[in-house]
DNA sequence: CTGAAAGCGCTTACAG
DNA sequence: CTGAAAGCGCTTACAG
């Protein structure tokens, strides 16, 4: 490996001036720093990560604690996440460190890594109300980032869709289609998007001056089997008037949800419409179920070169306040939403 | 940050001895290093990696890459051999940096890891047939350990399963239920694990001295639509006498051969047998299936913590060649095969 | 059995 | 504008 000796040595010059010039202190000539500059890039210099932390403090990595088992149901967000924060966080010359989380405390984890001392910082997702990591972080001042947020009123940065707004648009165009029974197929409940979600799907309803049925408004992992079972509940069961929309939570809810649509002989979106939120995973695409699903759409790898500048800007000192960002999520008409039925397939209550 | 230092101060002791005992150095008095012990355990020391890589060469860290973007099909797997990696590692005291690959030359991101001297060695997955990745580390003289083997006379260390007798035990099976026409939907021909299946496949036909038809090995992502169109193809088009069995690289690619049988109207296993290797992979259950179904099996993550092991052992300087495991994997008869149809649904050619 | 000292490769006051 | 020196927290010959 090359060290800064070894450009010192072939340039003639001390370490020091070989570190400032790579390190673009404005103290050294230009021409010194391009001399230096050539002689690193000419030798293949890198500089070495442990010597750097233990003489600054910062070691240029960073690290992310994946909940397994229980929460398994997540890899397929989680994966999009971690690679596209990897990838993020290299152009920034940061490494990432994985960490696997399997007991019950949720911050022990966080503290192990800590006590290496190895870590500039945190990414942290999938946040939980209130999410005792994030204020263990916050009270030990560690630089950490999230993707969602754990109260409205966070203040560390952040990037989130608004939510909210996801569900509340999603109503809003079903509303004027005419639905009135609306059902909204959540995420588990713990968890902040979720429950920022429950939130805007009241609120629109009750604007719509439409009630919530009882048993319309539920909690599942996303999977198909949920939906298929929830719709099925729904449509066919003993709960009342059956709905004639569904919000899903996801895309793996609305294909459960699609299925069971096509085993009860209804027709989408005569019969029901059908919507969802749209994560842009890759090989889960809604414009091609049977019909084009209507969504509303915001990728999750547009969050991560957001957040790994943020972490890495967080850690060189900038404002956290100013590392907030709340996007708003796309939405997509397609096929698979339509007007109410004009005569509903049982009578209202 | 408790340092050796501050152990040291507080028992009277030098860091040296500090150091020692905390290393298991035999010259420590069995008192000292208890006292020692005793002392880091309630100051919640832990060794500052950034300095033990520094002094020692070693950092305690290895190093996994992943392929992105053209590979995305292999996140199922690769999580799982990421999640369980970690956690293994942890248990020998080792962190995980993960980094993206998303070029076209497979080395690059390994030599720029290289350059930042930080890594003890490297985890490989999902090798192809002699893979420049393996020769570039293996030239250079960094550990690594992989997931598979890129050919049979590998000189490192590895864990596999016996993909050779995974296809000729399912050959096997099926030709002693006296079906003559089998079809084998295998992964990718570039990964060694499919090619090493490809030649089990043909080993087993031609010792049971059967024939391999026309179109009956295929190479595709282990996918259910990729599955669907296979059995499509060769149940329904115009590649001559159809299969009577099937076997898939994957509970995906069986997903879709199922979906396609019941799509053409035949019943598993009366008209058609299907059976395919289970990866064990959480959220995929071969008995769940309708019916269900017989595979050989081998789950990914019993190879987490023997890898891991491997690769701690390697850093510590043991023998490569002691470090291989070569696995078979387990066959699980149930109930998606069957005995030969007496009559072929079409004749023989 | 224990300790003082050098060194790993960097950064950063402090001098000049 | 450049350099000599100290220091980050460890390990490890070298002495005793």
């Known amino acids: 490996m090359t060290t800064l000796k070894d450009i010192g040595t072939a340039l003639g010059l001390s370490v020091t001036t070989v570190s400032r010039a790579l390190n673009d202190f404005p103290e050294v000539s230009a021409q010194t720093r391009d001399r230096v500059r050539a002689a690193a890039e000419r030798l293949g210099y890198q500089a ?6 233990l003489a600054t403090g910062r070691s240029g990595m960073v690290g992310m604690i994946v909940k397994t088992s229980a929460d398994y149901r997540a890899d397929q967000t989680f994966m999009e996440i ?88 999603s109503v809003q165009l079903l509303a004027a289609l005419g639905h009135r029974r609306i059902a909204y197929l959540n995420g588990p409940e713990q968890y902040s998007y979720a429950a920022r979600r429950a939130q805007g799907y009241r609120a629109a309803m009750a604007q719509a001056g439409l009630p919530v049925l009882e048993g319309a408004l539920t909690h599942d992992p996303p999977t198909a089997a949920a939906g298929y079972r929830q719709a099925l509940s729904l449509l066919a069961g003993q709960r009342g008037a059956p709905p004639t929309a569904f919000i899903c939570g996801s ?67 900038a404002d956290p306040m100013s590392l907030q960002v709340l996007n708003r999520a796309e939405l997509i008409v397609r096929d698979s939403t339509g007007p109410a039925p004009e005569t509903g397939r049982t009578p209202w209550p």
Not at 95 to 101: I, T
Not at 108 to 134: K, Q, S, W
Not at 280 to 302: C, E, I, N, R, Y
Request: proline residues 6%; glycine residues 6%; contains cysteine.
């Open 82 to 169: 971690l690679v596209g924060m990897s990838a993020a966080l290299a152009a920034r010359d940061t490494d990432l460190v994985l960490a696997v989380d399997q007991g019950r405390d949720p911050v022990e984890p966080y503290r192990r890594m800590l006590g290496r001392d190895l870590l500039d910082g945190f990414i942290l997702n999938a946040p939980v109300t209130h999410d005792p990591r994030i204020s263990f972080l916050n009270e030990r001042g560690i630089p950490l980032v999230v993707h969602g947020r754990d109260r409205v009123d966070a203040d560390y940065p952040f990037f989130t869709i608004d939510n909210h707004a996801v569900a509340a648009e």
């Open 48 to 53: 070495n990560r442990s010597a750097q932390r």
């Open 251 to 317: 895309l793996l809810l609305a294909e459960g949800v699609m299925h069971a649509t096509v085993d009860l002989g209804l027709a989408v979106p005569r019969d029901v419409s059908v919507m969802a939120h749209d994560d842009g995973l890759p090989m889960l695409s809604a414009s091609s179920f049977t019909p084009a699903l209507t969504v509303t759409h915001a990728a999750l790898h547009d969050a991560c070169v957001p957040l790994a500048n943020a972490l890495v800007d967080l850690i060189g000192g």
